[in-house]
């Protein structure tokens, strides 16, 4: 059972860049990785996925050459570099595992979710 932990989040001006962390016990190359967001009021949306072993990625393309997602097995973690932020990339931000091979934008193709951490962006 893989358990995940985000962190990074916090209050930065438009404009800025944050890290996202993602500490994952039991972590392995097998395991496809991917990045949602929930903003006040709306469903969970698909950020970010990538492969075990991180040589594939996919993005929404609200974050398009803006975010970028990698990851490092050795730490058993998953990153969330974003750049550029924008209000409407306010979000609380949650890190989850692919029940299979899978980097798309399904969530129903996900089966372990942290707790999320808050990104807030002011104009």
């Known amino acids: 059972q893989v358990q995940l932990v985000e962190s990074g989040g916090g209050l930065v001006q438009a404009g800025n860049s944050l890290r996202l962390s993602c500490a994952a016990s039991?972590?392995?190359?097998?395991?496809?990785m991917a990045w949602f967001r929930q903003a006040p009021g709306k469903g969970r949306e698909f950020v970010a996925a990538?492969?075990?072993?991180?040589?594939?990625?996919n993005y929404a393309d609200s974050v398009k050459g803006r975010f970028t997602t990698s990851r490092d097995n050795a730490k058993n973690t998953v990153y969330l570099q974003m750049n550029s932020l924008k209000p409407e990339d306010t979000a609380v931000y949650y890190c989850?595992?692919?029940?299979?091979?899978?980097?798309?934008?399904?969530?129903?193709?996900?089966?372990?979710w942290g707790q999320g951490t808050q990104v807030t962006v002011s104009s």
């Open positions: 990538i492969s075990g072993s991180g040589y594939l990625t």
């Open positions: 989850t595992k692919a029940a299979r091979y899978y980097i798309g934008s399904s969530e129903t193709q996900y089966d372990s």
């Open positions: 039991g972590l392995t190359k097998t395991h496809d």
